[in-house]
């Protein structure tokens, strides 16, 4: 099949984003293989119309103004407006390697597949709150490698940040539902259902320029949380017993904290180790000593945030067998 694609960016108020991202397109090294951008403003106040009108001249870019209705569907809306046969789906928030296509070019060219995701990384350029909070996020040691790595401990599920997709696997699936977050694993899933394949491009990375503070950070996660027992209920194939580490791990901490009145310390050394462990990865990986000990805080801020969305919508949604989007509307974008 001769390629075509199609880079699918949906953009909510944040035109600063989209130029840095249009500039790194304009970096990218040459391929073979033709590309457009689209890039669909989903009902923002603060448009991108302007900057993106600056790189008419030398991108090939198409811009769509639609009302609001979350990033699933804009990117959607995108992607049936398209005219390439592989869509390319990435947030604004993402700043391209030059030779990002190049490496998804011959991944796709050797080794077919209808969705693909890629890792993200840290720029060197980026605060230390964002290097903290991408330690986090991508560790091994956090997510098990679920956000793109090619030793995780579950089969990948591409997210949306950096995600490939078939124009034939996007009419078969519908593309991405009305949930947010939590619409990448779903269509995934979905996915694997209908018989497609998922792949990780290893080197397919993108630099996530991710615009958060701790209280946003948490708000993230605690939602990813939520998320996960609803996904568990639609695809209960897909349950896994990883997915309760992390709210183990706030009781364990809880637990032992509590044990040490009573004189019982090895539970609170276990505790004290793994995080004696993330702050010597995150320093040999950032070469910072801020940024390993403010990794510390996002871990802690990613598991109390992630494991206790995940324990309450466990419970509704689990044990009291809730609907989803009555007892947690603000997890879904309405129908348009």
């Not at 391929?31 to 689209?38: A, C, G, L």
Request: aromatic share 16%; charged share 20%; net charge positive.
């Amino acid at each position: 099949m001769q390629l075509s694609f199609s880079f699918i960016i949906p953009v909510y108020n944040r035109p600063n984003e989209i130029e840095e991202l249009l500039q790194s397109f304009a970096k990218l090294e040459s391929i073979t293989t033709e590309y457009e951008i689209v890039i669909v403003e989903d009902g923002s106040t603060d448009s991108s119309e302007r900057i993106v009108s600056n790189y008419n001249s030398h991108l090939n870019i198409s811009y769509y103004f639609k009302e609001n209705s979350g990033p699933g569907d804009s990117r959607n809306y995108g992607m049936q407006k398209a005219k390439g046969n592989y869509f390319i789906v990435l947030d604004s928030d993402c700043i391209l390697p030059k030779e990002y296509l190049k490496e998804v070019e011959k991944y796709l060219n050797t080794n077919y597949v209808d969705c693909f995701g890629g890792p993200d990384a840290a720029h060197a350029t980026f605060s230390n709150l964002q290097k903290a909070i991408n330690f986090s996020m991508t560790s091994f040691i956090t997510t098990g490698g679920i956000r793109g790595n090619k030793n995780s401990v579950d089969k990948f599920q591409p997210r949306s940040f950096n995600m490939g997709l078939s124009k034939k696997a996007f009419e078969a699936t519908k593309g991405f539902g009305r949930i947010h977050p939590g619409e990448d694993p779903d269509l995934s899933i979905r996915l694997w259902d209908l018989g497609f394949k998922t792949a990780f491009f290893e080197t397919a990375y993108v630099y996530h320029k991710r615009r958060i503070s701790w209280s946003k950070f948490y708000t993230q996660v605690n939602k990813f949380g939520m998320v996960r027992p609803i996904l568990n209920k639609w695809h209960p194939s897909t349950k896994k017993v990883t997915y309760w580490f992390p709210t183990v791990f706030v009781l364990g901490i809880i637990l032992s904290i509590i044990l040490t009145s009573f004189n019982v310390m090895l539970p609170i050394y276990i505790i004290l180790g793994y995080y004696m462990l993330a702050f010597s990865l995150a320093l040999f990986q950032t070469k910072s000593i801020k940024v390993a000990f403010q990794s510390l805080i996002a871990i802690t801020i990613q598991f109390f945030g992630y494991g206790i969305g995940f324990f309450k919508s466990t419970f509704y949604i689990g044990f009291l067998n809730r609907n989803p989007e009555k007892q947690f509307p603000h997890l879904f974008f309405k129908s348009k």
